[in-house]
Nanobody, 130 residues
Framework: QVQLEVSGGGSVQAGGSLRLSCAASGNLYSFRRYCVAWFREAHGKQREAVAA???????SYADSVKDRFTISKDNDKSTMYLQMNSLKPEDTAMYYCAAEYLCMDPVTGRLGTARWYSNWGQGTQVAVSS
């Protein structure tokens, strides 16, 4: 188990950028073995996967954020990131980081759901105004 702490949310105008960070503590050996993901939960909607990165560096993105968001993981700093560019009002949500041993379907590459994850950071609010 690891503890995850999220930072970097805020308010931005449409077209702007934000970078979210998620720092791990606790069992950092496990963190190196985990794949990691970002989720978001808009008001009144279910938590959805936004992006994930496997241990080998393979990434997967939700169609709604593809080519705008970039996920990365720095094992030396025990930190994961989500760079969000060209933000849209529909990106407004609470964003969460998560870590687990499996983040994508190994056959299809599809992002796993929130139920797959046992390690979660607290949420950070991202608000995009038009």
């Amino acid at each position: 188990q690891v503890q995850l702490e999220v930072s970097g949310g805020g308010s931005v105008q449409a077209g702007g950028s934000l970078r979210l960070s998620c720092a791990a503590s606790g069992n950092l050996y496990s963190f190196r073995r985990y794949c990691v993901a970002w989720f978001r939960e808009a008001h009144g909607k279910q938590r959805e996967a936004v992006a994930a990165i496997e241990r080998d560096g393979t990434t997967s993105y939700a169609d709604s954020v593809k080519d705008r968001f970039t996920i990365s993981k720095d094992n030396d700093k025990s930190t994961m990131y989500l760079q969000m560019n060209s933000l849209k009002p529909e990106d407004t949500a609470m964003y969460y980081c998560a870590a687990e041993y499996l983040c994508m379907d190994p056959v299809t590459g599809r992002l796993g759901t929130a139920r797959w994850y046992s390690n979660w950071g607290q949420g950070t609010q991202v608000a995009v105004s038009s």
